[in-house]
């Protein structure tokens, strides 16, 4: 009588390869472990949960897939270059402003641009780390993160100048 698990009948023994030969002209056994239960599953066709059917080997993918890193880096990279956009507009609208006796106002405008633009670096320097540490293209986060980064840098230069000039008068 033949094992119930057993599907081939019993093939008669062939010679040994020699040595250094690949394995050609074999038969096919069929799959090693067909009817057998997966490791840590003590019955076979036992199903768990996120399986849809008996025996599958894998758990199916999650229902809601995680934000990639790739919206997020989007999301740093047009922060980063509002915030430049910004900056650059504020830089070339002073010489209009000096020529036409506002100082006042420039300086009112350069101090909430100023500020402005340090949230919008701040923010695109935080979202542009967090997507570079998620799954997905680093592209424009990694610009992202350049561009605030050194805008910041140079904010930071911008504000300790103008307290050492204050101190020095």
Do not use: C, K
């Not at 923010?123 to 980064?149: C, D, K, N, W, Y």
């Amino acid at each position: 009588m033949t094992d119930p698990q057993q599907q081939h009948p019993p093939q008669a023994p062939q010679a040994a390869q020699p040595q250094g030969q690949p394995y050609q002209n074999q038969p096919h056994q069929g799959q090693p472990y067909q009817n057998q239960p997966y490791p840590n599953q003590p019955y076979a066709n036992q199903s768990y949960p996120n399986q849809p059917y008996p025996g599958q080997a894998h758990a199916a993918a999650p229902e809601t897939p995680r934000a990639s890193g790739s919206a997020l880096g989007r999301i740093a990279f047009i922060a980063a270059l509002v915030a430049l956009g910004i900056r650059l507009l504020s830089t070339m609208l002073a010489p209009l402003l000096y020529t036409g006796d506002y100082y006042g106002v420039l300086s009112g405008i350069n101090s909430v641009l100023g500020f402005i633009v340090f949230l919008g670096n701040a923010g695109a320097l935080a979202v542009g780390i967090i997507a570079l540490r998620r799954s997905g293209p680093h592209l424009l986060a990694a610009i992202a993160v350049g561009l605030a980064g050194a805008s910041l840098v140079g904010y930071l230069a911008t504000v300790l100048s103008s307290a050492f000039a204050w101190i020095a008068y």
